[in-house]
């Protein structure tokens, strides 16, 4: 099977590793994102002779011209960033396929391991599924589901997906190849769906007014290597990486996001509930690592 990689990224380094060992199958070509062009996909292209061909619209006749010379069966995309219109991803006989780190038909769209902390979900999804007109609405070809305990944040999940980017990518690969696939339509799972929108900049900032178990999953949905949720204590921004529920806190009012005690970890935070020990920040020039206090370098 010939396939042309569209790609980015570390789930993308991990999936060319897994692909480019089997040989029967072969990649004919690679795209980078044009914007930022991957180094180690350039790299893996040099050492193993593959064509790279970049553009700034794969949706152009004259990518399109380029591409169709190489006479692929599948176009996968890996995290790419550009929407493959029809004359493209109706290009091989096998058509186009994503893999997409989102349990489909829900979080559809952007950051959505983020989000997935954020809504305080027990799992997250990693599905392969054919590219369509719309934005991840395509049948699904293989999905699988990993769990989210209290001890994970976005790093570990990250690194998760990571691997079963990976794997479940070269498994739908290889359904294809061996004609085993059977799609399940999107509707049939859920009619409506759910889609995220792209978190930027001032998403990071904590609403104290929310609940402890609220605020505990907002600040490890942006831990690192996210943007770290933040806030200011006496005017000065505090950017907070973990967080901690205290068991058997009681629920009572007073003034959300001030600070009410220090603990050998860190801080005590009231909350809009009960209140949240932070246990990882950066303030004042200082950082605070679980009991270590040291100069921001």
């Known amino acids: 099977m010939k396939i042309g990689y569209f790609a980015d990224g570390p789930w ?4 060319f590793e897994k692909i480019i060992k089997d040989n029967a199958i072969q990649i004919v070509f690679i ?19 593959i064509p790279v061909e970049i553009s700034d619209n794969i949706n152009s006749q004259t990518f399109i011209n380029t591409v169709e010379k190489y006479k692929a069966d599948l176009f996968v995309s890996m995290s790419f960033n550009q929407i493959f219109k029809d004359e493209i991803r109706n290009l091989p006989k096998q058509k186009s396929i994503n893999c997409h780190a989102g349990k489909l038909p829900f979080y559809r769209g952007r950051n959505i391991l983020n989000w997935a902390l954020i809504n305080d979900e027990q799992e997250f999804g990693i599905t392969v599924h054919y590219m369509d007109s719309g934005i991840d609405t395509g049948d699904i070809i293989l999905q699988e589901t990993y769990p989210i305990t209290d001890l994970d944040d976005y790093g570990t999940i990250l690194e998760k997906a990571y691997d079963g980017c990976a794997d479940v990518l070269y498994r739908a690969i290889k359904m294809i190849q061996n004609n085993t696939v059977k799609v399940v339509k999107q509707s049939n799972i859920d009619v409506v769906g759910m889609y995220c929108g792209m978190r930027g900049e ?78 990882e920040y950066t303030y004042s020039g200082k950082v605070r690592i679980g009991d270590r206090l040291k100069d921001h370098e």
Do not use: C
């Not at 290597?225 to 990486?241: D, L, M, V």
């Not at 901690?244 to 809009?272: C, D, F, W």
């Open 31 to 49: 795209t980078v994102r044009y914007d930022k062009e991957d180094k180690v996909l350039l790299d893996f292209a040099h050492r193993y002779q």
């Open 12 to 15: 993308a380094h991990k999936a």
């Open 202 to 279: 001032g998403d990071e900032i904590i609403d104290w007014k929310q609940n402890s178990r609220e605020i505990f999953n907002f600040i490890r949905a942006l831990s690192t290597p996210g943007p770290q949720a933040a806030s200011w204590i006496a005017g000065k921004k505090i950017t907070i990486n973990k967080a901690r529920m205290i068991e058997g806190a009681h629920r009572y009012k007073n003034i959300p996001g001030q600070v009410i005690g220090r603990t050998s970890n860190g801080l005590l935070i009231k909350t809009g509930d009960t209140m949240i020990e932070i246990m």
